[in-house]
């Protein structure tokens, strides 16, 4: 893996219909993968955090992938080109085998976020910010509108049940 540049500002790693070139580790910060609904909404969908692979089917099948790949501004990254990884499987055995196993790795993340959209909202966000203890405010790595659509709800319905647990001292802005 070939180490990236720390990425000051957040930005588009992979544009959605494309072919995705390379596969990312996270070594620090946050990537996202997102698409949009009929009516152009972001839909995020999962968040890797420090210490998770982004690769995907589409990249290691050769296909274009359906999302966009977003890094977070301050986030560090390595990355394996696709030329890498198809020359790596030709020398290495099992290497391809090793792949498919790491991307479907995940489904445990997704796992959590269908519990999580499974809650009533106040619970969900709860869940969220006991998971992700990074995102909680005042940091801002993340916009308020990322993580509504990533637990499917209103933004005033993010804020106000935020603004419920916190007064019930169920999570801690200061930790």
């Given at each position: 893996?070939?180490?990236?540049?720390l990425?000051?500002?957040?930005m588009?790693?992979?544009?959605?219909?494309?072919?995705?070139?390379?596969?990312y580790?996270?070594?620090?910060?946050?990537?996202?993968?997102y698409?949009?609904?009929?009516a152009?909404?972001?839909l995020?969908?999962?968040?890797y955090?420090?210490?998770?692979?982004?690769?995907?089917?589409?990249?290691?099948?050769?296909k274009?992938?359906?999302?966009?790949i977003?890094?977070?501004?301050?986030?560090?990254l390595?990355?394996?080109?696709?030329?890498?990884?198809?020359?790596?499987?030709?020398?290495?055995?099992?290497?391809?085998?090793?792949?498919?196993?790491?991307?479907?790795?995940?489904?445990?993340?997704?796992?959590?976020?269908?519990?999580l959209?499974?809650?009533?909202?106040?619970?969900?966000?709860?869940?969220?910010?006991?998971?992700?203890?990074?995102?909680?405010?005042?940091g801002?790595?993340?916009?308020?509108?990322?993580?509504?659509?990533?637990?499917?709800?209103?933004?005033?319905?993010?804020?106000?049940?935020?603004?419920?647990l916190k007064?019930k001292g169920?999570?801690?802005f200061?930790?």
């Amino acid at each position: 893996m070939v180490p990236e540049r720390l990425y000051k500002k957040s930005m588009i790693l992979h544009e959605a219909d494309q072919l995705v070139k390379k596969a990312y580790y996270v070594v620090s910060g946050f990537v996202l993968l997102y698409s949009f609904d009929n009516a152009g909404r972001k839909l995020v969908f999962r968040i890797y955090a420090g210490g998770s692979m982004v690769i995907r089917n589409s990249f290691l099948q050769g296909k274009k992938s359906p999302c966009y790949i977003w890094v977070c501004k301050d986030s560090v990254l390595k990355s394996l080109s696709y030329d890498d990884y198809k020359n790596g499987c030709l020398t290495i055995p099992g290497l391809e085998k090793l792949a498919l196993k790491i991307a479907n790795f995940y489904e445990p993340e997704e796992l959590l976020r269908n519990i999580l959209l499974s809650q009533p909202a106040i619970d969900a966000v709860r869940s969220f910010y006991l998971t992700f203890k990074a995102l909680l405010p005042p940091g801002k790595i993340l916009t308020d509108t990322y993580i509504a659509s990533y637990l499917n709800i209103t933004l005033s319905t993010l804020k106000e049940s935020r603004k419920t647990l916190k007064e019930k001292g169920l999570i801690n802005f200061n930790s």
